[in-house]
Nanobody, 121 residues
Framework: QVQLVESGGGLVQAGGSLRLSCAAS????????MGWYRQAPGKQRELVAG???????NYAGSVKGRFTISRDNAKNTLYLQMYSLKPEDTAVYYC???????????????WGQGTLVTVSS
């Protein structure tokens, strides 16, 4: 069984910073694409940023220049460094990964349980 566990969420004032982490555990053979998504109250879940196992990144326009996604492949860990946070960044942030479980032949999509980020004005 594999799981993703996020951490690092919390309450921060506008203009502040937070760093989210997502640790993948279990019998993982490899991880392909990883991403951070968020869902604000009453809104659909949206992609915040993604990164391939080769390090190529993509960002939502609303966070470009303020957020940085990175990963440590040796630790199967994903990060999201968030700067200049705004109240509209308030949401539950979810980690997502396409990974191959040891012994399987197909990649599966796994989601974390989410971590709440609240930005006060």
């Amino acid at each position: 069984q594999v799981q993703l566990v996020e951490s690092g969420g919390g309450l921060v004032q506008a203009g502040g910073s937070l760093r989210l982490s997502c640790a993948a555990s279990g019998s993982i053979f490899s991880i392909n694409y990883m991403g951070w998504y968020r869902q604000a109250p009453g809104k659909q879940r949206e992609l915040v940023a993604g990164i391939t196992n080769g390090g190529s990144t993509n960002y939502a326009g609303s966070v470009k220049g303020r957020f940085t996604i990175s990963r440590d492949n040796a630790k199967n860990t994903l990060y999201l460094q968030m700067y200049s946070l705004k109240p509209e960044d308030t949401a539950v942030y979810y980690c997502n990964a396409d990974l191959l479980v040891a012994g399987d032949i197909r990649y599966i999509e796994v989601w974390g349980q989410g971590t709440l980020v609240t930005v006060s004005s």
